[in-house]
């Protein structure tokens, strides 16, 4: 079996895809579509983190379903409990499960997806105090940003030359998240992701607990050819830094480390520009080129426990933008064939595909598991 603990499937369902149907009729947003409930069965997907995603527009161009006007906490609130409350209505369907509490005998071939809930950036969740009652609902980590700067910390699209990091709202949440429990019996867990490298770093310093980056690659990988022009924003193109803009979207090899001291996991994703070296537009990725990633991450942290899958597939791009080969969930088998051919283990495959994350969250493999 597979942890994906990256999908934005609530975001896919308010954006009008029909997760009940095969991705070829399922219609939605970035066509053609690689993730629905039928494609994630098929591909041996028990378990992931299925995000609360919204993004801040500028007034009067929200993204229906997903968007909310910058600074307007109340828009926010609204687009996220929405996101929320689909998965508890997809669960009353029996279409997944929500939460990694409950029961010891762990997820099944044949069960329904089992989903805890990772908040993508945290302007939805409308102060610290009110943190319990998302974790009620399913929440069992949180980014505080996306891309953008939210209310509560920069995120990677921030200029480093005037970053201010976390706000004070973001400093009051990380310790809220430090002391609420879930229903896994753990704090909320840290997703470094989207922070900039500034907000990555005060978080460290602020608190002690674990930290994961739900789907971030090696920054070292991207960085060993020089950015392509098509990666870099129009907006930023003329800065001296933007390379180093751009950049913050994958982790360094010091942020690697961390969150492998703390024991956190580093979920990689699929998304072509953020595979290949030089972060090309222009072409698909390459399985081997993925492969450089997970090889990269087992160097710098010199094991197999701090690594996973967080594939954020079809999170805003099409199938188009998946490796070559890779159209849907069911492909994840070639990247685990990939690492074969690099002298993986099965053993060390294994535990990239399913048996870290599931570990990390508390969860095993059932009778017809794998």
């Not at 009620?136 to 480093?160: F, H, K």
Request: aromatic share 6%.
């Amino acid at each position: 079996m597979w942890f994906d603990s990256h999908l934005d499937l609530a975001y896919l369902g308010v954006g009008g895809r029909e997760m009940r149907a095969v991705p070829a009729l399922a219609g939605g947003p970035d066509l053609p579509a690689a993730v629905t409930f039928s494609s994630l069965r098929e591909g041996r997907v028990g378990a992931a983190l299925g995000t609360v995603f919204i993004e801040p527009m500028e007034a009067g161009k929200a993204l229906a379903g997903a968007g909310y006007h910058a600074g307007d906490v109340e828009s926010a609130s609204r687009a996220a409990r929405a996101q929320i409350e689909l998965y508890h209505a997809w669960a009353r369907e029996g279409l997944m499960r929500v939460g990694f509490g409950g029961e010891a005998a762990g997820v099944r071939k044949s069960d329904a997806l089992r989903v805890g809930v990772l908040i993508e950036g945290a302007d939805g969740v409308r102060s610290p105090e009110e943190l319990e009652w998302w974790v009620g609902r399913g929440v069992v980590a949180i980014g505080l940003t996306w891309a953008r700067a939210s209310r509560y910390a920069t995120g990677n699209a921030t200029d480093p030359s005037g970053d201010p990091g976390l706000s004070d709202l973001g400093r009051a949440m990380v310790r809220a998240m430090d002391q609420v429990r879930t229903d896994a019996g753990r704090s909320v867990v840290h997703d470094a992701s989207h922070l900039s490298d500034r907000s990555l770093w005060q978080l460290f310093e602020l608190t002690d607990r674990v930290v994961v980056a739900s789907h971030s690659n090696a920054r070292a990988v991207v960085a060993r050819k020089a950015l392509e022009a098509g990666a870099i924003p129009a907006d930023i193109r003329l800065k001296s830094n933007a390379a180093e803009i751009v950049l913050q979207r994958h982790l360094s090899d010091g942020a690697i480390k961390e969150i492998a001291r703390r024991g956190g996991i580093v979920g990689l994703n699929v998304y072509s520009p953020f595979v290949i070296p030089g972060a090309s537009r222009d072409r698909r990725a390459t399985v081997e080129e993925w492969c450089e990633h997970a090889d990269h991450v087992v160097q710098v942290v010199g094991h197999h426990r701090a690594i996973g899958i967080g594939t954020d597939m079809d999170g805003g791009f099409s199938a188009e933008r998946l490796p070559v080969g890779m159209s849907e969930p069911r492909d994840l088998e070639l990247l685990a064939q990939g690492l074969v051919k690099r002298g993986w283990s099965e053993g060390a495959v294994e535990a990239l595909a399913w048996g870290n994350w599931a570990r990390f969250w508390g969860i095993g493999a059932g009778e017809d598991g794998t």
